[in-house]
């Protein structure tokens, strides 16, 4: 996992209306930076929905909200269109950001290894510094969790 004060790398993807997004955009926002590991899972649609119910109050606290998975933007797309999620949702198909944020790692299920992607939330200030990371994140209070966060500092 990357570490708090170092500067977030940077990136550029597609979101999940094929439009073009890159952190450096946001400077002078803090940006809420999300893994998940799959669209419209149960623990993944749970996180999604705790970060639309807190959009609006996000905002107000200048906070942009961003989701990762290696999901294609077509996938991506109906996982918004289904929920109505208000943020972006970008496609690392190609798993580049996810190797430079250190999230795609070995998992295990029922014994067997495999390859994915470990749940984890970064806060990043304004200038493009991390100032919170966890991969210890439980989906359906994250969003809550961040808003305290935030709120609190």
Not at 34 to 46: A, I, Q, R
Not at 58 to 82: A, Q, R, W
Not at 128 to 148: H, P, Q, R, T
């Amino acid at each position: 996992m990357l570490k708090i004060n170092q500067k977030a790398p940077e990136f550029e993807l597609q979101n999940q209306n094929s439009e073009k997004v890159n952190l450096s955009s946001f400077l002078n926002k803090k940006v809420i930076l999300y893994f998940y590991p799959k669209d419209d899972t149960s623990g993944c649609t749970l996180e999604a929905l705790g970060y639309k119910e807190y959009y609006e109050k996000f905002k107000k606290e200048n906070v942009e909200i961003i989701g990762i998975s290696k999901d294609s933007v077509s996938s991506h797309k109906k996982f918004e269109c289904k929920y109505q999620l208000p943020f972006n949702l970008l496609s690392d198909e190609s798993l580049e950001v996810l190797k430079k944020y250190d999230v795609y790692k070995e998992k295990s299920m029922y014994g067997k290894k495999y390859m994915g992607i470990v749940r984890t939330t970064y806060l990043i200030d304004e200038k493009g510094i991390i100032i919170y990371a966890s991969d210890k994140v439980k989906a359906k209070e994250d969003a809550l969790k961040m808003f305290n966060l935030i709120k609190n500092n």
